[in-house]
């Protein structure tokens, strides 16, 4: 997008006999024409503006519609980043351990942590009211000389259907089976990738000296009804792992 909202927690009135997508779009449209949207400013994420305004991703997707076809945004249609794998492109729909087998690996998983924890922080950037996730971490390594490979650190936030998970395990020891047996189905997210220099206890996991340089991939997956379904910190062996991107 060519331009983006700012702010949140806007309302979208009640408009006699105009639909939410017309609302919204009008509301984006004023904040465009005020100023307050400068030219080439980057829309807000669609997941952003429906929290924003409370509404579903379908409505925001119509007055997002409604904007292009005034000539207030334009869009940048084919534009995808992509993880991965020697060369290779990491196809997570799957789960992450498929995924990198077909692209290649040859991984040893080991499970570090799988327990309930405690994080106020994360539940706060979130927006989450509870402060209780399901946290697992795993520490990949190749299985032929032991080099590290990544290490994934998932926390799910605390819910009814996940609540045994530490006592039951991993069904088939994949994460992505697990939440999806339990009716928790990927739809969207956000993702952003850095690099870091490895802590002491990173280090440690994956027989590396410490400040050894990862890529790091923070990712917030969201269900259909934009529920935060996983947060995920990844830690990428950049000799193995890169972003690729179309454009």
Not at 87 to 93: F, L, M, T
Not at 151 to 164: A, D, F, G, L, V
């Amino acid at each position: 997008m060519s331009r983006a909202g700012v702010g949140a927690g806007a309302g979208i009135g009640t408009g006699v006999g105009v639909g939410k997508p017309e609302r919204i779009a009008r509301i984006l449209e004023q904040e465009i024409r005020s100023g307050r949207l400068a030219h080439g400013d980057q829309l807000q994420s669609e997941s952003a503006l429906v929290r924003r305004f409370a509404v579903s991703r379908s409505t925001v997707r119509k007055s997002l519609g409604h904007l292009a076809e005034r000539g207030l945004i334009t869009t940048s249609v084919g534009i995808g980043s992509f993880v991965t794998f020697d060369g290779r492109i990491v196809a997570d729909e799957a789960g992450w351990t498929k995924a990198l087998r077909k692209a290649g690996a040859n991984a040893l998983t080991r499970t570090l942590r799988l327990e309930i924890v405690e994080d106020g922080d994360l539940a706060t950037r979130l927006g989450l009211e509870a402060r209780e996730f399901v946290a697992l971490d795993r520490a990949r390594t190749d299985a032929g000389d032991g080099h590290a490979i990544s290490i994934e650190r998932s926390r799910i936030p605390m819910m009814p259907e996940i609540e045994n998970l530490p006592m039951r395990g991993l069904r088939d020891g994949s994460l992505h089976s697990t939440l999806r047996e339990a009716g928790l189905v990927p739809d969207h997210g956000e993702e952003w990738i850095d690099v870091v220099a490895l802590e002491a206890e990173d280090a440690e996991a994956m027989a590396c000296p410490p400040g050894t340089m990862f890529l790091r991939m923070r990712r917030v997956i969201r269900t259909a009804d934009d529920r935060v379904m996983e947060h995920i910190t990844s830690l990428l062996n950049p000799t193995h792992f890169a972003l690729h991107r179309n454009f």
